[in-house]
């Protein structure tokens, strides 16, 4: 079985294209590490995270692959529930993710997402986002997250982001 070979497409360089404001986030474990880099900003008290598509984030055609937008979006909400007035930061391991593509996310674009959390219950977090790419709507998200482990210190500051510091 032959395969057709894969279309050379140049890289970014995605440090001098990150927006104003934002920052790396050292968050999310090897595998976002290696999947990245995403960056974060906190804007009027709204956590936004995003990335520039590179090549190693594309599919043959060269538009960002589902399975890196997937991997955002399960990032995206439970990122912004953790800075969310009145909820208790912790890990939120997925229990539900539906997502609506609605636009391609070329190699170069950037990608940015902003979460609200709908409802919070004993036991889950209830959440929806919108992810663009560079400021147009590209993906529609939902999701269900289990109120996991706590994280950080009870009653310190928590700020896995490092966002709060620099507030756009």
């Known amino acids: 079985m032959t395969h057709a070979p894969h279309p ?7 440090q001098a294209a990150v927006p104003e404001g934002f ?7 090897p595998f976002i590490a290696h999947n ?11 956590v936004q995270l995003g990335f520039r598509v590179e090549a190693r984030h594309t599919n043959p055609l060269g538009i960002c692959h589902g399975g890196m937008l997937a991997t955002f979006a399960d990032m995206l909400i439970p990122c912004a529930a953790m800075y969310h007035p009145g909820l208790e930061p912790r890990f ?14 070329r190699l170069g674009c950037w990608v940015q997402g902003e979460a609200q959390v709908l409802r919070s219950t004993r036991n889950m977090v209830f959440g929806q986002a919108l992810i663009s790419c560079d400021g147009e709507p590209a993906v529609r998200v939902s999701g269900v997250f289990k109120l996991g482990q706590a994280m950080g210190e009870p009653g310190q500051p928590f ?8 507030q756009a």
Not at 23 to 29: A, I, M
Request: aromatic residues 2%; glycine residues 12%; charged residues 15%.
């Open 8 to 14: 050379t497409i140049p890289s970014t360089d995605t």
């Open 23 to 29: 920052r790396p986030v050292r968050l999310g474990g």
């Open 36 to 46: 990245g880099p995403l960056s974060a900003r906190l804007l009027d008290g709204r």
């Open 92 to 105: 939120l391991p997925t229990i539900s993710l539906q997502m609506d593509y609605m636009g391609a996310a």
């Open 159 to 166: 700020d896995p982001l490092g966002v709060l510091a620099v």
